[in-house]
């Protein structure tokens, strides 16, 4: 994709709580302190010096593959980070979930869905989550994408010296659009 694999490394070194999206002017102000910090510069003598062929168009995505591109990372994002701190958690939560939701077949506004979640992450303070990408499955009509799929979990609770694994399935409905929004949610403890 363009990028240096020693800004890749750098930006690796990083706690996940710091990391965010940099500009490309950030970014190549990073490689100029990387490499002005004694790291050399990427070998550049293989490169060939003849011009560059007409470079071949990627084929454009449908947008029916787009928004199932954007839903599945949506849905994956916001559920491995259900695992972070919970003010990222929360916060998370905040800017995923519409206004008002279909919650485990409940209309239920947003207050009441960030309480619940709240309760949920202070039980279990210590979360770990993974997608099955296997199991993912989107369908996408108009403006809207269900996503279904499994994720394994495993939440620990030091103070009660408890923990907990097992396996979910989950499905999501999103609204796509500029800022993709949750408007249904349920699942199921498999395990």
């Known amino acids: 994709m363009g990028v240096d694999p020693k800004l890749i490394e750098l930006a690796s070194n990083y706690d996940k709580h710091d990391i965010r999206y940099l500009s490309t002017s950030e970014m190549a ?7 002005t910090a004694g790291q050399s510069p990427p070998d550049t003598s293989l490169v060939s010096t003849r011009p560059n062929p007409d470079p071949i168009p990627a084929p ?6 787009q928004a199932e591109s954007v839903a599945v990372a949506f849905v994956k994002d916001l ?13 998370q939560v905040q800017a995923s979930y519409a ?26 303070p210590e979360r770990g989550y993974n997608v099955r990408n296997d199991s993912v499955v989107v369908t ?26 097992g396996a979910t399935s989950f499905s999501y409905t999103i609204s796509i659009g500029p800022y993709p929004k949750i408007i249904a949610e349920t699942g199921n403890v498999q395990r």
């Open 29 to 35: 102000e990073l490689r100029v302190t990387n490499v």
């Open 60 to 65: 454009v995505p449908d947008a029916g593959q």
């Open 79 to 91: 559920i491995e980070h259900h695992g972070d701190n919970n003010d990222f958690a929360l916060a």
């Open 99 to 124: 206004p008002t939701v279909d919650y485990y077949g409940k209309v239920t506004n947003l207050s009441s869905i960030i309480q619940d979640k709240r309760k949920f992450y202070r039980r279990w």
């Open 140 to 165: 996408c009509a108009d403006d809207r994408c269900m996503v279904t799929g499994v994720y394994d979990w495993v939440v620990r609770s030091p103070s009660i010296h408890k923990q907990e694994k």
